[in-house]
């Protein structure tokens, strides 16, 4: 914290500003100022945490320089020193504007009282106006995922939005710290800010993201500088990052169609690795492939009857790492790969099921959803599908209490 010391007795400002430890009390000690023109003149500049005035000075032209001070600083502090018969009209002249009043005559430890009851009272207000920005940028982060990220209408809010629009919905992820949620965690933190420290608009976590809106161009050289804010996020984070854009909307209720398209180019960024990238990138493609092969389902069913889950793995892996590497693959083309893998597997386990006399519990295959992420969120995913199934088939059930291994 800072203070400021005001009096035109030069021999009174330099004994106040020496015979306090201003800087054990936890204050950084400004020059102090000899009339109220000049405090008034360095406030905006240097703004000080507590000002210390003497009271002709304070009442300099009849205006008071706390009151003024104030209008510049709200949250100052004002401590005014007067002399013994200027004391109680001080008060009453200064009245809402200042935080104690003492006489000149005050030793220093009332000085020191007063002065860290006035830092209390400065770290209390701090820590409340803290709390309300927190509360407040709380509110406004859960009401943009709810309209952004989730499309709820109901709390759109075009407040929230910068700028006057266009606008435009950027998704940011990052690997390369390790495979452990605390380790993806971190690198979320330091992507969110290194986004903050170069990349202007609201900002909000979401799942292993970061999404970023801004107002929206087309031009080549904002494509450019988020392109270099990519390469500057890796190089300060040792990370590989992925920023792709989605659509441009002219309007705010159409903010959760750019976030569904940034999400969807995101979800085939292997495709188009190495830096940002628009969702026109991937409007302009024919679509690759969307169901199993026959020889790719019969191999899926052999592995899933062999009840092998390394090999499932691995099958899985090179899956999505083909469907990643096409160069026509499309958002919707890829959840349709997966999905048709999952209802392969389904397709095959039910007359098992049927077969065992399990129909009353036969499984009801729910819509495969690929989550937002690397390649290894895929495989696990639809391995995670793809094993349930085998697993399912292979345990124990009435008719077999040794299991079954095959069909």
């Avoid at 691995?314 to 990643?324: D, P």
Wanted: proline content about 6%; aromatic content about 6%; some cysteine.
């Amino acid at each position: 914290m800072k203070v400021l010391i005001v009096d035109d007795e030069v021999i009174f400002r330099t004994g106040l500003a020496r015979a306090i430890p201003w800087e054990e009390l936890g204050f950084a000690l400004l020059q102090p100022a000899a009339s109220a023109d000049e405090a008034l003149t360095r406030l905006s500049v240097e703004r000080p945490d507590l000002l210390l005035a003497g009271i002709r000075t304070a009442v300099d032209n009849g205006l008071p320089l706390a009151a003024r001070a104030k209008l510049l600083l709200p949250d100052l502090e004002v401590i005014i020193l007067a002399g013994c018969e200027d004391l109680a009209s001080a008060r009453e002249a200064l009245g809402q504007h200042v935080s104690d009043c003492l006489p000149r005559t005050s030793t220093p430890e009332d000085i020191i009282r007063s002065v860290l009851a006035a830092k209390r009272r400065t770290k209390e207000k701090r820590h409340a106006q803290s709390r309300q920005r927190e509360t407040t940028d709380d509110k406004k982060i859960r009401q943009l995922i709810g309209w952004i990220a989730e499309g709820i209408a109901e709390m759109a809010d075009r407040s929230l939005l910068p700028g006057d629009g266009p606008w435009q919905v950027l998704i940011a992820a990052a690997d390369g710290w390790g495979t452990t949620d605390r380790d993806r965690a971190l690198l979320r933190f330091g992507v969110h800010y290194a986004i903050r420290e170069l990349l202007p608009g609201e900002r909000f976590e979401y799942g292993p993201t970061i999404v970023l809106i801004q107002p929206a161009s087309r031009s080549d050289h904002d494509s450019a500088a988020r392109r270099q804010a990519a390469r500057r996020m890796e190089e300060w984070l040792g990370c590989r990052i992925d920023l792709v854009a989605g659509e441009p909307v002219i309007r705010p209720e159409r903010m959760h169609r750019s976030y569904v398209t940034a999400r969807d180019t995101l979800a085939c960024r292997q495709a188009v690795r190495n830096g940002t990238r628009e969702y026109a990138d991937t409007t302009g493609r024919s679509g690759g492939k969307s169901i199993l092969s026959a020889d790719e389902e019969r191999t899926l069913i052999r592995l899933l009857q062999d009840n092998n889950p390394a090999e499932l793995k691995r099958w899985t892996r090179a899956f999505v790492r083909g469907l990643l590497q096409d160069p026509e693959t499309t958002p919707r083309t890829f959840r349709a790969a997966l999905q048709s893998a999952v209802m392969a597997a389904y397709r095959w386990l039910m007359p098992m099921e049927r077969a065992k006399g399990l129909t009353g519990r036969a499984l009801r295959p729910s819509v495969f959803q690929p989550p937002d992420g690397e390649e290894q969120d895929h495989v696990e995913s639809l391995y995670g599908c793809l094993a349930a199934v085998m697993e399912r088939h292979h345990r124990p059930w009435p008719g077999n209490l040794g299991g079954e291994g095959g069909t």
